[in-house]
């Protein structure tokens, strides 16, 4: 069956380190990748999107790969701020499908002083 | 621009009444979703539409209705309320073009006792 996995623990990181967030997924073919980020009590925000034929992309201090062979997208988040604090979630997109997205479970980025 | 709209914020419903969940958007977008997301499963698609008039099940479709008379309006009917859709539903709409982002709403938090 299709799966999306991504850390359900929470991630605690430094402020100023990087924040790696992985997400792997199994019996889907996706045509794009995007992630979102969501806060407490509020809908997800649309963050960055990646496409099947793309390696990385960059906006700011985030930066997505994608890697079909290996079926995973890293998150990054470089000179974290406390303020990148939230849940970021992955979410899979197949062709002719804009509509009919995937998500998986998301994980939680605390960042700290 | 509004956005995403959703009504009502927060709902209580007794086991088997019925309501609908108000959702609209301004963006003139064609695609439009329901989600409900549940502690530990991530967002999971009920239904979707592509156009007025044109309306399609997701991964959890049971015990709910959509119908999509207008590019602006899609609410989503619970038939006969049941503990297990008690859940944050959200709406959101997209684009079929460009990076096929979701804009969602701010949700709605639903209560079945």
């Known amino acids: 069956s299709q799966k999306i996995e991504q850390n359900s623990e929470a991630l605690n990181i430094q402020e100023g380190k990087t924040a790696t967030l992985t997400c792997n997924y199994t019996n889907y073919s996706p045509a794009y990748l995007q992630w979102y980020r969501q806060d407490p009590g509020r809908g997800p925000v649309f963050l960055l999107l990646?496409?099947?034929?793309?390696k990385e992309k960059r906006k700011e201090r985030l930066k997505v790969t994608f890697d079909t062979t290996l079926k995973q997208s890293l998150f990054h988040i470089t000179a974290s701020q406390p303020a990148d604090s939230a849940t970021y979630l992955c979410?899979?997109?197949?062709?002719?499908?804009?509509?009919?997205?995937?998500f998986g479970t998301g994980t939680r980025l605390q960042v700290t002083l | 621009n509004a956005g995403v709209t959703q009504t009502p914020k927060f709902q209580v419903l007794k086991t088997g009444q019925s309501m609908t969940l108000q959702c609209a958007q301004d963006m003139n977008h064609e695609y439009m979703s329901w989600y409900r997301q549940d502690p530990g499963m991530g967002l999971r698609l009920i239904h979707y539409?592509?156009?007025?008039?044109?309306?399609d099940q997701g991964e959890v479709p049971n015990g709910y209705n959509v119908s999509r008379s207008t590019t602006e309006d899609f609410p989503l009917r619970l038939l006969s309320a049941a503990p297990s859709q008690t859940s944050v539903y959200f709406c959101?709409?997209?684009?079929?073009?460009?990076?096929?982002?979701?804009?969602f709403g701010p949700g709605t938090r639903l209560t079945v006792t």
């Open positions: 959101a709409s997209s684009s079929p073009t460009g990076r096929y982002e979701q804009y």
């Open positions: 979410a899979l997109g197949e062709t002719g499908t804009a509509s009919k997205l995937t």
């Open positions: 990646i496409r099947e034929n793309e």
């Open positions: 539409s592509v156009g007025a008039g044109i309306t």
